[in-house]
Each structure stands twice: as C-alpha cells, then as structure tokens.
C-alpha cells in the first residue's frame, strides 16, 4: 500500500493487528480455521469518504430485503423480527450499502467493522467473522465461491449531500427515434 494513501485497513485477530504481505494492490493476511476476525478502517484524511466493505463478496452492511430468491442469502437475523434488511448479502461493489468514515478531531479516526450487520446504529446488531471451511461458509452454502476468501473495500469520496450534476430538459426537437 502506498504510504501517502489515506486510509488503512487492517485485520485484528484477538484484540492484535495481524500483518499481511502486498503484492501490487493486494493484501495477503494468514487466518486459520475457528479464528474470529475483526476489519479495522482508519480515515487519514481531513475529508469524510464513504466505503464498501464486502467478505467473500457479501456485504457487511445489511442489504434491502428483495423478493427475489435467488437474491437473498438466507442468514439467521439477530432479532425475532421480521426486518426490512438482510445481513450478509451477496451484492456488487456498486451497488453495496455504504459506511460514511468521517475525519474525525483526531487522526487518524478509527472504525472497527466487528461482522455481518443486521441492525446498524446504536444497538447494532451483527455475527463475527469466524474462519469457516469454505464449503461452511455464508457464501460457499449459496455457491458464491468466486470470492471466499476475498476482503474488499473500497473508498468513495463524499461530494456533498447530493450529486454536484444531473440531467435536466434541453431544447425540444423533433425527428425519427434513434438517428
């Protein structure tokens, strides 16, 4: 990782930072089997940045519940209600609830992501990231096996409460439609 790059992610296991190796844009962390890991984030920057953060390609936000179910990873929520968000959801990086990681007073300004949220805010609710064979896993029990293994994050500038250009109306015309 770059060491001017503003924001680090690391990987805690028993309260300690377990180091990884780089290659090129890649961060390689041993884990073993009944771990129970833990995804740190530190904003350095003097700027709020929205992140995605996905563990074997689900995310660790929970995701709006769809009746489709072919979408839907079934995973136990934390409550007995019925909630309008599943956690644990299979998604694309673009289209993944996203965590707002403001500066902060001091830097640099943590957050520590502790597992698969099903309730967020106050009284989140979440389940660790326990290491798992990838066939026991939340993912490998779906067949989403192409991204075991796999922590990404990625980092997104905050522009403002809205997007700075949208479309508007131009000038009216007149003629055969698509040419």
């Given at each position: 990782?770059?060491?001017?790059?503003?924001?680090?992610?690391?990987i805690i296991v028993d309260g300690k930072e377990r180091k990884g190796v780089f290659l090129n844009n890649d961060m390689f962390v041993a884990l073993g089997k009944g771990e129970v890991c833990r995804v740190k984030i530190e904003n350095r920057a003097d700027y709020p940045v929205m992140t995605r953060l996905l563990i074997d390609g689900l995310n660790t936000?929970?995701?709006?519940?769809?009746?489709?179910?072919?979408?839907?990873?079934?995973?136990?929520?934390?409550?007995?209600?019925?909630?309008?968000y599943l956690p644990a959801q299979r998604v694309s990086l673009d289209e993944a609830q996203a965590r707002k990681l403001d500066p902060g007073d001091v830097k640099p300004r943590a957050y520590t992501i502790?597992?698969?949220?099903?309730?967020t805010g106050k009284n989140a609710k979440y389940r660790?990231?326990?290491?798992?064979?990838?066939q026991e896993s939340l993912a490998g029990r779906?067949?989403?096996?192409?991204?075991?293994?796999?922590?990404?994050?990625?980092?997104?500038?905050?522009?403002?409460?809205?997007?700075?250009?949208?479309?508007?109306?131009?000038?009216?015309?007149?003629?055969?439609?698509?040419?």
């Open positions: 990782m770059r060491p001017d790059f503003p924001f680090r992610v690391q936000l929970p995701e709006p519940r769809t009746e489709d179910p072919d979408k839907a990873v079934r995973v136990e929520p934390t409550s007995q209600k019925k909630s309008e502790l597992g698969f949220y099903s309730v660790e990231f326990l290491m798992v064979d990838a779906q067949q989403f096996t192409d991204q075991i293994g796999l922590i990404t994050a990625a980092f997104y500038t905050v522009k403002g409460s809205s997007r700075a250009i949208g479309t508007g109306e131009g000038e009216l015309g007149e003629g055969e439609t698509g040419k």
